[in-house]
């Protein structure tokens, strides 16, 4: 008993099969996550290490240098870079794709292990984590108006980051750009040392004399007492009067020697929203975590929160992850239910019954609610990409239903009974339909395994179609030809139609009849001159060949997220208020722009990453938020060009503008790394090569990462004079430290908060080399040494950075696109700079987004190649033939004219998801090749000559093939399109699918007939009688 007549005997178990996955479907459904795309598992690790008070060169020597030497020897690393900077390392470890990174991080802490006491002693311990884009804020959220910037910042921190971090899916709450109040002490250094006292004493005093400590317990009969010691300030009187005693033993008091006073902690970043003065709090959240989840619990919070909030301070959304994902999934929803609409039309047309369509037209929901079933136990979330995957799969879906329910209505046609046209007729295609399903799921398999982000990005589309084509394979071999034998009717000829719906199924029957007597003709004459079609057929590849360097390559194809980036980088050692001076005038002409919604800027950071870096006074950031899509004329690229040109005429500033992108790397389009050991020839090399760069079209934002050196003085030891009194660096480290930007020594509490109490001199008090050089240093006989005897003080110019890769000095000269596909521009700047001489020792590389475009191209172009190999073997099995599945794979190069056409009408670039597509149609377009040969060689195992086969057989599978290309085709018309925010992520993906389809399609009526006369006839010559051997033993 056969799959269908078990189907049609059985159904109502059917009937309650299909109820169960329908309910298990909507619960699966309401229990996917929703994102916008899917989890992805970088291979990178970094390694962050703080060294207070130490420039780029000393840490480089001393701190990362010994890292990377040691994180060298971990297995899998690709390559290693780092950063040096003031007061810290970072030492980047990227891995093979597919690493164990919860391994890596174990393996990494035991390496610095290794190493750890032979790192200075004034560096911190390194910290290491995985690179997670989780660790990028989700939501963006201003407090503003009403209170001074320390009281927002006060709420900010007491009120609502507590609320925030206690929601479900959220991480960390990060506070930026707000004031924090502290009492300063501010030691007037003359008298500090006419009594001969040191800042570390005074330290010592304020941390001794503010305390409050348990002394334990006493029992008093029954009772047991706590006893506490209570020293705490109370005001700031008694602070004042906090005791000294100096090297001769008289006490002086705290206020004799210096300034107290309540101010607030130095400013070292400043937001703003709209140009008005905002505190920024940045929620991010757990990894995993459903965004959109919440996105919806942080916006409900912080609407109870503003109800309690005292009076007109005002808390706002600045930016929301989970809009852009929220549109992006309502557009691939409404695409894919247009496809499946004019999939469904387009059944109708063809079948021109009622019934007959809504057999097949059920086939698309039970299908995609079976979907969500494997999607949930798969591990899967509702993403653009697996959404995408169902948009895509809407018009395949109906394919095997189609080609099953056009046998059992030929069968009837032929006066079959109902019970032997559903169980009979669905048998006679059953190996064919589950050959073709199997070849568009195993496609994909090669895809699921390869490394690189092109596998961990489309893994969900791939495993979403699968699953889906899946189900309908078994949706068309249970559910049709239940439904068939309980609906399908054959309806007697109409010879005067009178409705309209009559006419129109009228002519159109009349219309097939004369496609199949042309199509039968179009073959006689094709197997008439085989040389003729595939002479012609072979100059199409070749046209097609040689148009596809026109097309251009590129990582991910431009996605219109409403989204601007401005970085303002000022020469370095501006202030922060010149910096925010100049930002503020970015915003205002930001603002001007009816298109702008809001403007957020934070001064003293860049791009988002103050919090992986430390904030730098001269540079700044501004994120413009644009109104929908839907309400303005002009794109995100249009805007951006028009910014870039009115922000160039502000003086003093090098500005930046850019797009953000919903799939991005986190390095530029264009990155090339020069290596080399000298600093300044690297400085000279690289300003040598970024002008080159500027000269290609299609660049912008050209930078290099060795910026003009920042002046700054040098203490160095002298380490013999500074040993004769006791002295270490570290101790005079601390002493500058302290003396320049003070130490928070202990806590005040006063009007019901705490707030820390720095120590310093007087800012005053030091305005040159001079008066640096006769800052005292305490040694530990208790005598006063200025710092000039133990130390030399000279001015330098130092590197704001020290990059370095794969443990050697590198430069990166980085630049974004405009106008030009990345492969297009990338190869001018490849062949302009092959002729650029470089001194000895020095190279060049090329990394960015092309490397990774260059090695995801790699990566899938194996798995084609793997995947049509698979595809071989399943049709292999089916026809236990070695030449009939070759003759198929006929219809893949086939495919290939129409995606060249389409890309260059269309004037689409090709990209990753484009190649998805192209992987897509090699499973695709073989379909039709299997049930046109399937039935061929089912008419001469019945007796039929090899000729006549072909003309009966090509006729009979016409209508389905078009049906079944033709579902595909208008079902992604609209995913091809691209309307909606985030549609055009997916649109290359289409319009290849599309092209490819339609051609091959067309083409496969033709050639594939001719191919299989051929080489049938070359295998005859080679093996005589094979042919006819095989079909007598399949009789």
């Excluded at 050991?677 to 000279?684: F, G, I, N, P, W």
């Excluded at 008090?765 to 640096?772: H, R």
Aim: charged share 20%; aromatic share 6%.
């Amino acid at each position: 008993m056969n799959v269908p007549e078990l189907a049609v005997r059985r159904s109502v178990t059917v009937l309650m099969i299909v109820i169960g996955v329908l309910v298990l479907g909507f619960l699966s459904l309401s229990r996917l996550s929703l994102d916008l795309l899917p989890d992805i598992t970088y291979p990178v690790a970094l390694v962050t290490t703080d060294y207070p008070g130490a420039g780029p060169e000393e840490i480089e020597k001393s701190v990362t240098r010994p890292l990377e030497e040691v994180l060298s020897t971990l297995n899998n690393v690709d390559t290693i870079t780092s950063n040096s900077q003031t007061g810290s390392s970072m030492v980047i470890l990227r891995f093979e794709w597919g690493t164990d990174m919860d391994q890596v991080t174990i393996d990494v802490r035991e390496k610095i292990d290794m190493i750890r006491d032979y790192l200075p002693d004034g560096a911190g311990d390194p910290m290491v984590m995985k690179m997670d884009p989780n660790v990028m804020p989700v939501l963006q959220i201003s407090l503003s108006g009403g209170r001074d910037l320390a009281e927002l910042t006060r709420l900010a921190e007491e009120e609502i980051k507590p609320r925030l971090e206690r929601l479900p899916g959220a991480a960390w709450v990060v506070v930026t750009g707000g004031r924090t109040r502290e009492v300063q002490v501010l030691v007037d250094p003359v008298k500090l040392n006419s009594y001969g006292l040191s800042l570390s004493q005074v330290a010592q005093a304020l941390s001794a004399e503010n305390v409050g400590l348990s002394a334990g317990t006493m029992k008093q009969g029954k009772k047991e007492l706590l006893i506490t010691t209570s020293g705490e300030y109370e005001d700031l009187l008694q602070l004042a009067n906090t005791p000294l005693t100096t090297p001769g033993g008289a006490v002086v008091y705290l206020k004799d020697i210096s300034e107290i006073k309540q101010g607030y902690a130095e400013l070292t970043q400043k937001t703003s929203l709209n140009g008005q003065p905002a505190v920024g709090v940045h929620v991010l959240k757990q990894s995993g975590a459903n965004t959109v989840q919440v996105s919806r619990a942080v916006q409900e919070e912080l609407t109870a929160l503003q109800k309690e909030l005292p009076g007109r301070i005002e808390t706002g959304v600045v930016f929301d992850q989970a809009d852009f994902i929220r549109t992006s999934i309502n557009t691939v929803v409404e695409h894919a239910l247009q496809g499946a609409l004019l999939a469904v039309l387009v059944i109708f047309l063809f079948l021109r019954s009622f019934r007959s369509t809504v057999i097949i037209g059920l086939s698309i929901p039970i299908s995609i609610i079976a979907t969500f079933v494997m999607m949930y136990f798969g591990g899967l979330t509702l993403n653009i990409l697996s959404l995408g995957g169902l948009a895509m799969g809407v018009g395949m879906i109906v394919d095997d239903s189609i080609v099953v329910l056009e046998v059992i209505y030929r069968y009837r046609e032929a006066g079959a009974s109902p019970w032997e046209a559903a169980t009979a007729g669905a048998q006679e295609v059953a190996m064919a339909v589950t050959a073709s399903t199997l070849t568009n799921v195993i496609i994909f398999l090669p895809v699921v395994f390869v490394q690189g982000i092109a596998s961990q990005i489309f893994r969900d589309l791939a495993l979403t179609v699968s699953f889906a084509l899946l189900a309908s394979l078994l949706v068309a071999l249970t559910v049709v030809p239940v439904l068939a034998y309980r609906l399908v009717r054959v309806a007697g000829v109409e010879k005067e139609p009178r409705t309209p719906l009559g006419r129109l199924s009228f002519s159109l029957g009349r219309f097939f009849e004369g496609m199949n007597a042309s199509y039968r003709r179009l073959l006689e004459w094709a197997l008439g001159h085989r040389k003729a079609v595939l002479g012609g057929t072979a100059l199409l590849f070749v046209i097609s060949l040689g148009l596809s360097p026109v097309i251009g390559a590129e990582f991910f194809p431009y996605v219109d997220t409403g989204e601007i980036s401005i970085n303002v980088k000022m020469p370095r050692g501006t202030g922060l208020e010149e910096t925010g001076r100049v930002a503020g005038q970015v915003e205002e002409i930001c603002g001007s722009l009816p298109e702008v919604k809001t403007t957020f800027s934070s001064v003293g950071a860049s791009s988002g990453m103050e919090f992986f870096q430390g904030a730098s006074a001269d540079r700044a950031s501004i994120r413009v938020k644009l109104t929908p899509r839907r309400e303005r004329s002009r794109s995100t690229s249009e805007l951006v060009e028009e910014l870039r040109g009115r922000l160039e005429g502000i003086p003093g500033a090098e500005i930046e503008v850019d797009e953000s992108q919903a799939v991005s790397m986190g390095t530029a389009p264009i990155s090339i790394t020069l290596e080399g050991d000298d600093l300044e020839v690297l400085k000279a090399e690289a300003e040598k090569i970024a002008a080159i760069v500027e000269q290609v079209p299609g660049t912008s934002n050209v930078s290099t990462s060795l910026e003009e050196g920042k002046q700054e003085i040098e203490v160095r030891l002298k380490r013999e004079e500074a040993a004769s009194y006791g002295l270490g660096t570290a101790q005079v480290a601390q002493v500058l430290r302290t003396a320049i930007s003070g130490q928070v020594v202990t806590t005040y509490r006063g009007e019901g908060e705490e707030i820390d109490l720095r120590l310093r001199l007087d800012p005053g008090a030091i305005q040159s080399l001079d008066d640096l050089g006769a800052l005292t240093v305490l040694t530990p006989t208790g005598a006063q040494v200025p710092l000039r005897e133990v130390a030399e003080l000279n001015w330098k110019e130092s590197p704001v950075v020290v990059s370095r890769e794969n443990q050697t000095r590198a430069c990166y000269i980085t630049a974004d696109l405009r106008g030009r596909p990345l492969g297009s521009v990338m190869e001018d700047i490849q062949n302009r700079l092959k002729g650029h001489p470089l001194p000895a020792g020095y190279r060049i590389t090329y990394g960015g987004e092309f490397q990774e475009m260059t090695e995801a191209f790699g990566s899938l172009a194996l798995a084609l190649v793997l995947g049509i190999l698979l595809v071989y073997m399943v049709m292999a099995s089916q026809f236990e033939s070695l030449s009939h599945p070759f003759v198929i794979m006929f219809t893949i190069p086939l495919a290939f004219i129409g995606v060249v056409a389409a890309f260059v009408l269309t004037g689409k670039t090709f990209s990753i998801p484009a190649f998805i597509g192209v992987i897509m149609l090699a499973g695709i377009v073989v379909k039709n090749g299997i049930v046109l040969v399937d039935y061929i060689n089912t008419l001469r195992r019945r007796g039929v000559s090899r000729r006549e086969a072909i003309l009966r057989a090509g006729p009979i599978r016409l209508r389905p093939v078009l049906m079944t290309a033709l579902t595909a085709i208008f079902g992604m018309v609209p995913l091809a399109l691209g309307f909606g925010e985030g549609g055009e992520l997916l649109s290359p993906l289409a319009v290849g699918v599309i092209g490819g389809l339609t051609v091959a399609t067309f083409l496969t009526l033709v050639v594939v007939p001719v191919m299989y006369t051929l080489v049938e006839d070359l295998v005859e010559k080679l093996v005589p009688g094979t042919a006819a051997r095989s079909f007598q033993q399949a009789q």
